[in-house]
């Protein structure tokens, strides 16, 4: 079972940056990708950004050109650098991680992270 721990979140004047980090318990052979969701206060949590081994990494366009995810195997963590946030950007961010499974009993896993807050004041 993978576990997934966020990190990083607090609470900023717009403009500002943060830097999350999810930490991953195990660095899993089958991983095929790493997201950042995100809830916004009464809304649906989104998908913001993902980075996968086999592509370029992609973004909501919401954040596209303002955030930027990234990660160290070597560390089993994946980050997401938050730069010009806006008071829209507030919310619990989430860390994903979906594995696929090879072979017999195979198939997607998804694995969710507690979420980490995040306070953009304007």
């Known amino acids: 079972q993978v576990q997934l721990v966020e990190s990083g979140g607090g609470s900023v004047q717009a403009g500002g940056s943060l830097k999350l980090s999810c930490r991953a318990s195990?660095?899993?052979?089958?991983?095929?990708?790493m997201n950042w969701y995100r809830q916004a206060p009464g809304k649906k949590r989104e998908w913001t950004a993902t980075?996968?081994?086999?592509?370029?990494?992609k973004y909501a366009d919401a954040v596209k050109g303002r955030f930027h995810i990234s990660r160290d195997d070597s560390k089993n963590t994946v980050y997401l650098q938050m730069n010009g946030l806006k008071p829209e950007d507030t919310g619990v961010y989430y860390c994903?991680?979906?594995?696929?499974?090879?072979?017999?009993?195979?198939?997607?896993?998804?694995?969710w992270g507690q979420g980490t807050q995040i306070t953009v004041a304007s």
């Open positions: 195990t660095n899993s052979l089958s991983r095929y990708s």
């Open positions: 994903n991680e979906m594995d696929l499974e090879r072979g017999l009993g195979g198939g997607w896993r998804e694995y």
């Open positions: 980075i996968t081994n086999d592509g370029p990494a």
